[in-house]
């Protein structure tokens, strides 16, 4: 194989022990440091839904109590303290016929519950800019005519269109797609992420009616029942060419 033209190098593949942020070697740190008071009673918090808390990585043996400064919890497992993510984060949309539908954001926008008018991005191009309805409905940047979109509410396609919105003077957005909701993202104006299925209801309702309106709500905290889970953007393991590789 090493003699073939399209093989730049080949090496052994090497089992090497892993070292955790347990290990002074891989941290880098001196085998006698010279601990100072600043080093005591940091809170660290790690925020990653795809981590397994009861994992002995995390075991705090030999270390102190949290400070009296932290305000969170603890879950108590084999540990003192790790905790888990075990909220989710939901966004109502209520709509002018009182329906309403759930999504996901951290919207921090307080509209009051006011209805505002509803505008489909694909309802609404800048066609003196050059762009089409194909365009504008996933509400790419300069694709929304200002005129038609100030002061509304605008659904786009897709999961991008915030900055958009933003520019053309809307009141809030509604982006859509596939993807799990265990990931939630902030908008730069109200806003809310829905699933695919709920926002092709609201364009139905939008072009069902003569004067769409709709609101949006601020966001929700809920203790997630199926917290602690795996999120859907974390790898799965183990590695299936090296079983040895629990996740990449």
């Keep these: 194989m090493a003699g073939l033209d399209e093989v730049v190098s080949v090496f052994l593949d090497e089992k090497r022990q892993l070292l955790t942020t347990r290990s002074w070697n891989f941290i880098g740190f001196p085998q006698q440091p010279e601990i100072e008071y600043s080093n005591s009673d940091v809170i660290i918090g790690v925020i990653d839904s795809g981590i397994w ?9 030999g270390f102190t109590p949290p400070p009296s400064k932290w305000k969170g919890t603890c879950q108590a497992s084999d540990f003192t303290c790790n905790n888990t993510l075990d909220r989710k984060f939901v966004t109502e949309i209520k709509l002018g016929d009182n329906r309403t539908f759930e999504g996901s954001s951290l919207n921090t926008f307080d ?4 209805l505002y008018p509803i505008i489909y991005g694909g309802d609404a191009p800048n066609i003196e800019a050059g762009f089409n309805q194909d365009l504008s409905r996933n509400c790419l940047i300069g694709s929304l005519d200002n005129k038609l979109v100030k002061g509304k509410i605008v659904l786009c396609e897709g999961s991008e269109g915030a900055a958009e919105a933003l520019r053309a003077g809307a009141v809030g957005v509604l982006t859509q797609g596939h993807k799990f909701m265990d990931a939630t993202y902030s908008f730069p104006l109200p806003g809310c992420y829905l699933q695919s299925n709920d926002a092709a209801n609201i364009h139905k309702y939008i072009h069902s009616t003569r004067t769409p309106t709709a609101t949006i709500y601020k966001t929700t905290e ?11 953007f974390s790898s799965r393991g183990p590695n299936n060419a090296t079983l040895e590789i629990l996740k990449i």
């Excluded at 509209?111 to 006011?114: A, N, R, S, T, Y």
């Excluded at 809920?222 to 859907?232: Q, R, T």
């Design 53 to 61: 808390p009861e994992s002995e990585s995390f075991n705090d043996k």
């Design 222 to 232: 809920f203790k997630d029942n199926l917290a602690p889970m795996v999120a859907s």
């Design 111 to 114: 509209l009051k519950g006011e």
